[in-house]
């Protein structure tokens, strides 16, 4: 059996490590919200039965709706998926066979996915420290090259680029024809969030992934959305399934966009606990990346390997 590939599952791991497994596991290698999901998804579940009863709506409209509320985009920019994970798998046989730059370190999906999709691809890895970006370093890469994909907040940093910062790497991008694709999967989690995406509407290369399933802790049920060009999202559309979202995650997202006190809390509750934790993790000797979410990158520095590190802790 080799490594597996994300998170979660943690019975892979201990076969992998030829070690037993224990009754009682605190699961460390996803970033899901602690909390679970919102109260009300509890309390609605029994009611939510007749609906599998029948066929989902195949557009999930009421769901849409409610992004192009909260994203104030057109419904024609906004794109529902099984998952980040189905995005990314979209935007990969968007880019089919096409030259990809990965912003490094990053997500493993994205490279698994284009490679899947016989893109070529090249790393360009950010310097340990402050791990930003600078235009200007990447922007001739950019002249030869079809897409760039970039996490905001960064994966697995935690690292969260301004505005401004996001903004001069898109016109950089617009000049020479290279696409954005932006991974905003944890940005709700960041106590003022940064997004870029209400610049899809004006700059046809830029494209915004979001999930619902880490703040709001439906992994589970898989529930994300893209924000992009229309052009984009109609030949994007044509790869999906007909049915590609279950009727319980539909449901449950339009809930989970009305749980706005949750949000709040969780928010206030994670940046408490992380600046607690990394307070303590450096006085320790660690050395921990400065992230604004709900997870940060951290390296050992003394004799102990991360392999004992990730047994014995």
């Not at 076969?15 to 509890?42: A, C, H, W, Y």
């Not at 994007?236 to 539909?250: F, I």
Request: some cysteine.
């Amino acid at each position: 059996m080799s490594w597996p590939l994300h998170g979660s599952n943690p019975q892979y791991i201990y076969q992998f490590l030829q070690l037993p497994k224990q009754e009682k596991i605190i699961d460390f290698s996803v970033n899901i919200n602690p909390f679970g999901p919102p109260p009300v998804i509890r309390k609605k579940w029994p009611e939510w039965h007749a609906a599998i009863a029948d066929y989902p709506d195949p557009y999930g409209k009421d769901l849409v709706g409610m992004v192009v509320e909260k994203e104030q985009l057109p419904s024609s920019s906004i794109l529902l998926g099984n998952g980040g994970a189905e995005l990314i798998a979209l935007v990969a046989r968007f880019f089919a066979g096409k030259r990809v730059l990965l912003i490094q370190p990053t997500f493993s999906e994205y490279e698994r996915m284009c490679h899947a999709y016989g893109c070529e691809m090249t790393n360009f890895t950010l310097t340990e420290g402050d791990w930003r970006l600078s235009v200007a370093e990447v922007e001739p890469l950019l002249k030869t090259h079809d897409v760039m994909f970039l996490c905001n907040p960064n994966n697995p940093t935690g690292i969260l680029y301004s505005e401004a910062e996001l903004i001069n790497l898109i016109k950089a991008c617009e000049k020479h024809q290279c696409y954005l694709v932006v991974d905003e999967a944890f940005y709700d989690f960041v106590e003022k969030p940064v997004t870029i995406a209400p610049r899809c509407e004006t700059h046809p290369h830029l494209m915004v992934i979001r999930s619902l399933t880490k703040m709001y802790a439906i992994a589970g049920l898989r529930l994300g959305y893209m924000l992009a060009d229309t052009r984009v999202i109609e030949q994007l559309k044509g790869y999906q399934a007909h049915w590609n979202m279950n009727a319980l995650a539909l449901l449950a997202g339009q809930e989970c966009l009305k749980a706005h006190e949750y949000v709040t809390y969780t928010k206030n509750d994670i940046t408490t606990e992380r600046n607690r934790v990394t307070g303590e993790l450096s006085k320790m000797g660690y050395i921990i990346s400065d992230s604004e979410v709900n997870f940060y990158l951290l390296r050992i520095q003394n004799e102990m390997t991360s392999y004992h590190f990730f047994v014995f802790y």
